[in-house]
C-alpha cells in the first residue's frame, strides 16, 4: 500500500534524520529501492520525474508497477510513490494515476502565480489524503531540460509558501541537480537556519543530494532538512557496475547475455549506494 510522506516526515523531523527519495527509472530501480528499504527497516519515497514517468509508459504504469511489487515482495515498510519537480498539470495526471505524493515546481513563475497554484493543489491534496512538495528559488544544475544555477531561495517567500500548508518545502540553499562543478561554493547554511526559524515545523526537502559531502548533509539534517533527494548518484554507480561487466566479457560466457544477469551487477551496485544513503541519513530502522 502506497502511502503520504508526511507522517514519514513529520517523525523525521522530530526525530532529526531525513528520509531519502531515491528516483526510479525502470523495473529494477524500483526493485532494487524496494529491497533495500525493507531489509534495512527504512521509510522511502520513490521519486518519478516527468520524463522518467513518460519513459516508463506513463504514471498510471508506474503506479501499477510500483503496487504490484509491493505486493508480491511482501513490503512492510512506509512506501510514498512522488511525482518530481511536477508541473501544474503534471501534478494533475498523477494525482488521477494513483500517486501518493506530488511535487509543484512553481519556482519558475512569479511568487504571486506560484501561491496561486500551490493554493489549489494543497486543497485538493488535503482532501484525497495526499502530500505535495512545494519549491522556491530554483534548484541549481539540469532538471528535465531545466537549467538553474545553483539560487538560493527567498526565505520570506519560502514562509508564504509554507503557511499555504504544504507538507514539505524545497528551497534552493545552493544546492546543484547532477554532479557539482569543482568551484562550488557549498551549502548556504546561513539560509538554511531563516528558512527554519520562520517555517518551524515544515519539514524541509534538499534536492540534488548526490555528490554533497556527508559532513554537510549532517549539518543540513540538523537544521531542519527530513528528506533528501538522490537520483544522479545511482544512475552512476549502476552505469559503472554494468560497463565493467561488459568489458571484463561476462556477457559473452554462456548466458552472461541475459538481461538478468547482463543488470545484475548494475543493480547490486544500486542498492549499495541506497544503503550506504539510507545510514548517512539515519532513516534506518525508523520504519
Same mark, same amino acid.
Given at each position: 500500500?502506497?502511502?503520504?510522506?508526511?507522517?514519514?516526515?513529520?517523525?523525521?523531523?522530530?526525530?532529526?534524520?531525513?528520509?531519502?527519495?531515491?528516483?526510479?527509472?525502470?523495473?529494477?530501480?524500483?526493485k532494487a529501492i524496494l529491497q533495500t528499504a525493507e531489509?534495512?527497516?527504512?521509510?522511502?519515497?520513490?521519486?518519478?520525474?516527468?520524463?522518467?514517468?513518460?519513459?516508463?509508459?506513463?504514471?498510471?504504469?508506474?503506479?501499477?508497477?510500483?503496487?504490484?511489487?509491493?505486493?508480491?515482495?511482501?513490503?512492510?515498510?512506509?512506501?510514498?510513490?512522488?511525482?518530481?519537480?511536477?508541473?501544474?498539470?503534471?501534478?494533475?495526471?498523477?494525482?488521477?494515476?494513483?500517486?501518493?505524493?506530488?511535487?509543484?515546481?512553481?519556482?519558475?513563475?512569479?511568487?504571486?502565480?506560484?501561491? *496561486?497554484?500551490? !493554493? &489549489?493543489?494543497?486543497?485538493?491534496?488535503?482532501?484525497?489524503?495526499?502530500? @505535495?512538495? $512545494?519549491?522556491? +528559488?530554483? #534548484?541549481?544544475?539540469?532538471?528535465?531540460?531545466?537549467?538553474?544555477?545553483?539560487?538560493? *531561495?527567498?526565505? !520570506? &517567500?519560502?514562509?508564504?509558501?509554507?503557511?499555504?500548508?504544504?507538507?514539505? @518545502?524545497? $528551497?534552493?540553499? +545552493?544546492? #546543484?541537480?547532477?554532479?557539482?562543478?569543482?568551484?562550488?561554493?557549498?551549502?548556504?547554511?546561513?539560509?538554511?537556519? &531563516?528558512?527554519?526559524?520562520?517555517?518551524?515545523?515544515?519539514?524541509?526537502? @534538499?534536492?540534488?543530494?548526490? +555528490?554533497?559531502?556527508?559532513?554537510?548533509?549532517?549539518?543540513?539534517?540538523?537544521?531542519?532538512?527530513?528528506?533528501?533527494?538522490?537520483?544522479?548518484?545511482?544512475?552512476?554507480?549502476?552505469?559503472?557496475?554494468?560497463?565493467?561487466?561488459?568489458?571484463?566479457?561476462?556477457?559473452?560466457?554462456?548466458?552472461?547475455?541475459?538481461?538478468?544477469?547482463?543488470?545484475?551487477?548494475?543493480?547490486?551496485?544500486?542498492?549499495?549506494?541506497?544503503?550506504?544513503?539510507?545510514?548517512?541519513?539515519?532513516?534506518?530502522?525508523?520504519?
Amino acid at each position: 500500500m502506497l502511502v503520504s510522506a508526511k507522517e514519514m516526515l513529520t517523525k523525521a523531523k522530530a526525530g532529526k534524520y531525513a528520509v531519502g527519495q531515491f528516483n526510479i527509472n525502470n523495473l529494477e530501480w524500483t526493485k532494487a529501492i524496494l529491497q533495500t528499504a525493507e531489509e534495512l527497516k527504512s521509510p522511502v519515497i520513490l521519486g518519478v520525474s516527468e520524463g522518467a514517468g513518460k519513459y516508463m509508459c506513463g504514471y498510471k504504469t508506474v503506479v501499477g508497477m510500483v503496487k504490484g511489487m509491493i505486493e508480491e515482495l511482501g513490503i512492510t515498510v512506509p512506501v510514498a510513490l512522488h511525482l518530481d519537480h511536477g508541473s501544474y498539470e503534471g501534478a494533475k495526471k498523477c494525482i488521477e494515476a494513483g500517486f501518493s505524493s506530488v511535487m509543484f515546481d512553481g519556482s519558475h513563475y512569479p511568487i504571486e502565480e506560484n501561491i *496561486a497554484k500551490t !493554493k &489549489e493543489l494543497v486543497e485538493t491534496c488535503n482532501k484525497l489524503g495526499l502530500s @505535495l512538495e $512545494a519549491e522556491v +528559488g530554483a #534548484i541549481g544544475g539540469e532538471e528535465d531540460g531545466v537549467i538553474g544555477g545553483g539560487e538560493v *531561495a527567498d526565505p !520570506k &517567500e519560502c514562509k508564504m509558501i509554507a503557511d499555504l500548508g504544504v507538507t514539505m @518545502l524545497a $528551497a534552493g540553499i +545552493g544546492n #546543484i541537480h547532477g554532479k557539482y562543478p569543482e568551484n562550488w561554493a557549498g551549502l548556504r547554511f546561513d539560509t538554511l537556519e &531563516e528558512i527554519q526559524k520562520l517555517t518551524g515545523t515544515m519539514p524541509l526537502v @534538499l534536492h540534488g543530494g548526490t +555528490g554533497i559531502p556527508a559532513d554537510m548533509i549532517k549539518k543540513a539534517i540538523s537544521l531542519g532538512v527530513s528528506k533528501i533527494n538522490v537520483n544522479t548518484e545511482c544512475q552512476l554507480a549502476f552505469a559503472e557496475a554494468t560497463r565493467k561487466y561488459i568489458e571484463a566479457g561476462k556477457d559473452l560466457e554462456g548466458k552472461g547475455f541475459d538481461p538478468r544477469k547482463l543488470l545484475a551487477d548494475g543493480v547490486a551496485a544500486i542498492k549499495a549506494t541506497v544503503k550506504e544513503k539510507m545510514e548517512l541519513f539515519g532513516s534506518v530502522g525508523k520504519a
